[in-house]
């Protein structure tokens, strides 16, 4: 059985690395970032939806390169629970992403289907579909021009807004010690609008769709210190490849603490702890290697995680996997 359980491992891996490598182009980061991801797997994967055996609520902050004007901040607040047939999950997030004038809501319900492969390894299909209202608040632009007097005909005088519908797919395969997704969490672009594009702003394009692959495993050090290394590639077919690296460090009282790698020479270190087997908390901070060049660009992220028991459910170690 354990030799099956390998060959079933690798052939599924084998798969999803295939599926990435249709790919003709990869990517740079998509607008929405979350430094320490593996906190917030719903946002990544639909089929990450009822996962474990409670319910479990996230909700973060994400405030990109402080001190500079106009920077990404983002924040979510997610759910997910499998339901009293544990083949099925269920999920729901809500997010929120605002860069200078431009905000970005949206709201996403997820289900998710799972085949137990053997007793411990578990294959998951996910789909998710909502809405995402985009906006464009041309009333808080500012100039810097002390004769400006607001009559320029290339600046809307209003803000606009829309509200469209978007879905994505997702697989996910995991075991006590190791998992990975592949997924398309957003097929559809849901461009901003301007004064004239009522109706306009959804379209499907391939090379413009997003795809994330994860993968980690969970290694014992010794019986205290556990330490999960991760890695998190995403793409499309019209960009560079953008990975982030993370490696977490878990002591058996709580504690935990790590260090990451993104594309960019991008550096972040993570802390955390959990309170009890129910609630936790993790901060992390990220900065350039590149500082001459791009100045201080760091960024804080905070998460709270808080586990709700289902019935009979029963767990000593919730992590990521």
Same mark, same amino acid.
């Given at each position: 059985?354990?030799?099956?359980?390998?060959?079933?491992?690798?052939?599924?891996?084998?798969?999803?690395?295939?599926?990435?490598?249709?790919?003709?182009?990869?990517?740079?980061?998509?607008?929405?970032?979350?430094?320490?991801?593996?906190?917030?797997?719903? /946002?990544?994967? +639909?089929?990450?939806?009822? $996962?474990?055996?409670?319910? &479990?609520?996230? @909700? *973060?902050?994400?405030?990109?390169?402080?001190?500079?004007?106009?920077?990404?901040?983002?924040?979510?607040?997610?759910?997910?629970?499998?339901?009293?047939?544990?083949?099925?999950?269920?999920?729901?997030?809500?997010?929120?992403?605002?860069?200078?004038?431009?905000?970005?809501?949206?709201?996403?319900?997820?289900?998710?289907?799972?085949?137990?492969?053997?007793?411990?390894?578990?294959?998951?299909?996910?789909?998710?579909?909502?809405?995402?209202?985009?906006?464009?608040?041309?009333?808080?632009?500012?100039?810097?021009?002390?004769?400006?007097?607001?009559?320029?005909?290339?600046?809307?005088?209003?803000?606009?807004?829309?509200?469209?519908?978007?879905?994505?797919?997702?697989?996910?395969?995991?075991?006590?010690?190791?998992?990975?997704? /592949?997924?398309? +969490?957003?097929?559809?672009? $849901?461009?901003?609008?301007? &004064?004239?594009? @009522? *109706?306009?702003?959804?379209?499907?394009?391939?090379?413009?769709?997003?795809?994330?692959?994860?993968?980690?495993?969970?290694?014992?050090?010794?019986?205290?210190?556990?330490?999960?290394?991760?890695?998190?590639?995403?793409?499309?077919?019209?960009?560079?490849?953008?990975?982030?690296?993370?490696?977490?460090?878990?002591?058996?009282?709580?504690?935990?603490?790590?260090?990451?790698?993104?594309?960019?020479?991008?550096?972040?270190?993570?802390?955390?702890?959990?309170?009890?087997?129910?609630?936790?908390?993790?901060?992390?901070?990220?900065?350039?290697?590149?500082?001459?060049?791009?100045?201080?660009?760091?960024?804080?992220?905070?998460?709270?995680?808080?586990?709700?028991?289902?019935?009979?459910?029963?767990?000593?170690?919730?992590?990521? /996997?």
């Amino acid at each position: 059985m354990g030799n099956q359980s390998h060959i079933t491992t690798r052939y599924i891996l084998t798969i999803l690395i295939c599926l990435c490598s249709t790919l003709p182009k990869l990517f740079s980061q998509e607008n929405i970032l979350f430094t320490n991801y593996n906190q917030n797997k719903l /946002f990544i994967n +639909p089929a990450f939806s009822g $996962n474990k055996p409670y319910m &479990e609520m996230a @909700m *973060g902050y994400h405030k990109q390169w402080t001190g500079v004007e106009g920077a990404p901040k983002s924040s979510i607040l997610s759910a997910h629970a499998p339901l009293n047939n544990s083949k099925i999950g269920l999920g729901t997030m809500v997010y929120s992403n605002k860069i200078g004038i431009l905000n970005e809501t949206g709201f996403f319900a997820s289900y998710a289907y799972k085949i137990s492969l053997t007793k411990k390894r578990v294959l998951a299909f996910g789909l998710q579909a909502g809405i995402v209202n985009k906006e464009v608040r041309w009333s808080d632009l500012r100039t810097y021009d002390p004769n400006f007097n607001g009559d320029d005909p290339s600046i809307p005088n209003m803000n606009v807004s829309s509200v469209a519908p978007n879905f994505g797919l997702g697989i996910y395969y995991n075991t006590p010690k190791f998992h990975l997704g /592949f997924s398309a +969490p957003r097929l559809l672009q $849901n461009t901003y609008p301007h &004064e004239n594009s @009522m *109706g306009e702003n959804i379209n499907f394009e391939f090379r413009d769709i997003y795809f994330y692959l994860n993968t980690g495993l969970q290694l014992e050090l010794n019986p205290k210190i556990q330490v999960e290394p991760s890695l998190l590639f995403f793409s499309s077919a019209n960009s560079t490849l953008d990975y982030n690296l993370n490696l977490i460090f878990y002591h058996i009282n709580g504690i935990f603490a790590g260090s990451g790698y993104r594309a960019g020479k991008y550096w972040s270190i993570h802390i955390g702890y959990e309170f009890n087997s129910k609630i936790g908390i993790n901060y992390s901070y990220e900065n350039s290697l590149d500082k001459l060049k791009r100045g201080d660009h760091s960024s804080h992220e905070f998460f709270i995680n808080y586990k709700i028991s289902l019935k009979k459910s029963s767990y000593t170690s919730p992590r990521f /996997f």
